[in-house]
């Protein structure tokens, strides 16, 4: 992929802070890139509607603490850590800080890419790995901003905050690839959020959200690749490949997933048994159901219900 080399000015990459703001921040490190600066802020005092703005598109994400967020005219929302906004150039935002102390600073990342470098990393997934529906083409969604962070864009940020701090000829190298996977998997999370949560809106025209649909009003059968398929009217290759580079994760590790979720709100129910959860969601055995639990949501399903009384 060709590399971008529009550097990015500090007019382009610093936040337009307001005078309240400078004094609410006692810690800001920026870290730059030739496409890119990272910005690491500390805040340890509370604070109501502080107005910020970014003059290039942004990639913000909780680390400590908390936010609330008022943006356009939604309902102000939660920001909590885990989470991340994508924002576009010159969206203005107000924020509050509700907890922020001495003792528990609210603790922030502000990745700031330039624009071109963003435009040939969506140019280059379209030319190599085209969406599933040729009418649809990858982009980066800045009204769809506001995302879970799953495992593989946490790991990432991690990666990238370590990347800028280190001292490598290499560097450079290292966060380009970085900052191409970032945008690829960010691409990847706003595409499956769409096809996952709104896939009986969408099954009559796409044909991975047609399948999403049949995959949850047949998660107690046995699903196997070739129905599915069959379902989207693709080859097996040429199906498992697309649904992969759609969603992010294979139809296999989707339909995981979906028992999982599904056997949550079962066990949610305190009259239904850990019995019940693992048949009801689709699975055969209780050993294989009681490591799956695991392996997604980190302890059993006997945790999970206690959790829960």
């Known amino acids: 992929m060709a590399s971008g080399k529009k550097s ?5 990459a610093l936040p337009a802070w307001g005078g309240r703001l400078d004094a609410l921040v006692e810690n800001k490190l920026t870290l730059s890139h030739d496409v890119a600066e990272l910005h690491l802020y500390e805040t340890f005092q509370r604070a109501q509607l502080v107005e910020l703005e970014f003059g290039a598109p942004v990639l913000t994400s909780m680390l400590t603490g908390k936010k609330v967020m008022h943006i356009d005219e939604l309902k102000p929302f939660d920001y909590l850590p885990g989470e991340s906004l ?72 991690d990666k990238i905050i370590r990347l800028y701090r280190e001292n490598n ?16 998997r960010l691409m990847q999370t706003q595409a499956r959020r769409v096809l996952v949560d709104q896939a009986r809106k969408y099954m009559s025209s796409h044909r991975l959200a ?17 129905e599915l398929s069959n379902q989207a009217c693709l080859s097996k290759s040429h199906f498992f490949r697309l649904f992969k580079n759609e969603l992010g994760m294979s139809p296999i590790q989707f339909i995981l997933q979906e028992r999982i979720r599904l056997a949550k709100q079962i066990l949610s129910n305190p009259a239904k048994s850990i019995t019940d959860a693992c048949y009801e969601s689709g699975f055969n055995s209780l050993t294989h159901f009681s490591n799956a639990f695991r392996t997604v949501e980190r302890i059993s399903p006997r945790q999970y219900k206690q959790q829960l009384a």
């Open 210 to 226: 047609f399948v999403v649909e049949y995959i949850r009003n047949n998660l107690t059968k046995a699903l196997a690749i070739d």
């Open 169 to 184: 000829v290499l560097k450079p190298f290292f966060i380009h690839n970085s900052l191409e996977e970032l945008i690829v």
């Open 8 to 12: 990015l000015q500090n007019s382009e």
């Open 86 to 157: 994508v924002l576009p150039a010159n969206k203005p935002m107000k924020i509050d800080f509700p907890e922020a102390t001495v003792q528990t600073p609210t603790r922030c990342i502000a990745l700031t890419i330039s624009g071109e470098f963003i435009q040939q990393t969506v140019n280059y997934l379209n030319e190599e790995y085209p969406r599933s529906e040729p009418s649809e083409l990858w982009e980066v969604d800045t009204n769809n901003y506001h995302l879970q962070n799953n495992f593989e864009i946490s790991s990432l940020i």
